[in-house]
Nanobody, 121 residues
Framework: HVQLVESGGGSVQPGGSLKLFCAASGENFKPYCMHWFRQAPGMEREWVSWVTFTNSPAYDRSVRGRFTSAREDANDTLWMRMDNLKPEDTGIYYC????????????????WGQGTQVTVS
């Protein structure tokens, strides 16, 4: 099993920046594709970004060019820097792990963190 704990959320004004972290523990972190999802109030959870085990990221087009994700396997850490934040980026941000590939479908993820709140207003 992999345990995931997010941190770094908070409240910022539009145009501001935040950096989220996801600390992994338990099973070896390396083989997993690591993901960020988010859930806005009253909305379904949606995929934001993933980072493959070779540290190759991908982004939803709503955040591409503003968010940067990477992993540090030596520290079992995933992070995501969010720049030029917009009110529509508000939500709970979740870290999630999937063995054997990456996905945008939340039902296919193996492990989830508890989430961290991001508020842009």
């Amino acid at each position: 099993h992999v345990q995931l704990v997010e941190s770094g959320g908070g409240s910022v004004q539009p145009g501001g920046s935040l950096k989220l972290f996801c600390a992994a523990s338990g099973e070896n972190f390396k083989p997993y594709c690591m993901h960020w999802f988010r859930q806005a109030p009253g909305m379904e959870r949606e995929w934001v970004s993933w980072v493959t085990f070779t540290n190759s990221p991908a982004y939803d087009r709503s955040v591409r060019g503003r968010f940067t994700s990477a992993r540090e396997d030596a520290n079992d850490t995933l992070w995501m820097r969010m720049d030029n934040l917009k009110p529509e980026d508000t939500g709970i941000y979740y870290c999630a792990a999937k063995r054997r590939g990456c996905t945008t479908q939340e039902s296919l993820l193996d492990y989830w963190g508890q989430g961290t709140q991001v508020t842009v207003s």
